[in-house]
Each structure stands twice: as C-alpha cells, then as structure tokens.
C-alpha cells in the first residue's frame, strides 16, 4: 500500500499558469519536504514543514509555496512556472527525532509548455 | 558546493558479480547516512542506512562502509542481480537538521545478464 502519494504523477502546465501538486501520507510522520530533481542532478530541498512549521530553504525561488493545511497534505504551489522549473517534484515525509529514513512518493514530472 | 559527491555517473557490473557504488562528503557534522534507490518515473526508495557510529551494516545482499575519517562510504551489493539496475543515491543529514537529506547526484548501474 502507497504510504506517500503524490497526484498527479504528470502534469502538463503552461508557462506562466500557477500549478499546485499534491501530496498524501498515511505514516502520520511530523516533517514533510518539497524536494526538486532535474535530470542527472541530485534532488535538491526545496522546504519542509515539521508539524506546522515552515522552513524554507535560502536558495528556493519565490515562485515556489507550500502549504500544510493537516499532518496528512501538504501541497507545492508554483505561482508562474518558467521552462527552468520543468522536473520531478519528490515528496517526502519522516519521523523526527531518531536516526530513520523518510519515505518519498513516486513524484510528479511537472512539464512547462 | 557539493556536500555529497557520488563521483561515478554510472556503472556496469555483470550478474553475480560485486558492486561497488561510492560516496565521499565534506560536511563533518554528517551523522546518518542512507542509500537510496530509483527506478526511472519513480520516487527514490529506501536501500540501507548506517549511523556515524559505526562503520558497517549488513542487509542481505547490501552493505554500507563508513570511512569516517576519509569521509567516504560506499554500497556492496553481492551478488549482484539484473533487477538491481537503477541509479542509487547517497544521502546524509545531521542532528538539528530535521531530517533534512543531502544528496549525491546519484550512480546509474547496470547488472548485466
């Protein structure tokens, strides 16, 4: 049984055209991250929440939002996606407060037309 | 800066055989370090983790080493099957960092019949 859901799994958005992903855990895990993967490239922390707390990272764009509105969602608002922000977009969640490891979902291919 | 360096882009093995997939990390306050694995069009999934107290950790096939003084670690996979071909990743994060994983660019490999 998926324990991280990401929806959709493609999606198709034009330049400009706000878009927001979704992600759904069933761990009831405190932290949730936003983590960006480009082609060949490491997957970089966008920001996480743990619990209700935000916490960005210096180098994420404005252009990128999130929000957590229950332990279990918790979304990625691109406000005016450009070419460059084109990739997979992982969700994670883990359990902190010991050594463990957090559980991503299958991830959305964000494609910027 | 890359604070996780996986140096090999790819590797190719052939069945039965050993891998060995590599890591090297420059942030000193690193104390958990995991391997992830991916399959293309599909979120990284939980391989093997060790904590900076030890220096090695045994799973079935997998193994991770942990040089802590060379700060390098590295992934054994023995034997080495066909259906282990994906790209692996290192990762790492300290305490008070909220789990937050840095990782490597990632190792594609390839078990070959």
């Known amino acids: 049984d998926a324990m991280v859901i990401q929806n959709p799994r493609y999606q198709v958005t034009q330049f400009g055209k706000p878009v927001t992903l979704s992600c759904s855990q069933t761990l009831n895990h405190n932290v949730m991250y936003w983590y960006q993967q480009k082609s060949s490239q490491a997957p970089k922390l966008l920001f996480h929440y743990y619990d209700k707390d935000f916490n960005n990272e210096a180098d994420t764009p404005d252009n990128f939002q999130s929000r957590r509105p229950n332990t279990s969602f918790c979304f990625l608002d691109i406000r005016s996606p450009g070419l460059g922000d084109a990739a997979m977009y992982l969700c994670?969640?883990?359990?902190?407060?010991?050594?463990?490891?957090?559980?991503f979902g299958q991830g959305t291919r964000l494609t910027v037309v | 800066d890359q604070q996780v360096k996986q140096n090999s882009p790819s590797l190719s093995v052939q069945e039965g055989r050993i891998s060995i997939l590599n890591c090297d990390y420059t942030n000193s306050m690193f104390d958990y370090f995991l391997w992830y694995k991916k399959y293309p069009a599909e979120g990284p999934t939980f391989l093997i983790s060790?904590?900076?107290?030890?220096d090695k950790n045994e799973d079935g096939r997998f193994t991770v080493f942990l040089n802590k003084s060379a700060k390098h670690l590295s992934l054994h996979i023995v034997p080495s099957q066909p259906g282990d071909s994906a790209v692996y990743f290192c990762?790492?994060?300290?305490?008070?960092?909220?789990?937050?994983?840095?990782f490597g660019k990632g190792t594609k490999l390839s078990v070959k019949p």
């Open positions: 990762a790492a994060h300290y305490q008070g960092s909220q789990g937050n994983l840095i």
């Open positions: 994670a969640t883990s359990r902190v407060g010991m050594n463990t490891e957090a559980f």
């Open positions: 060790i904590s900076s107290i030890k």
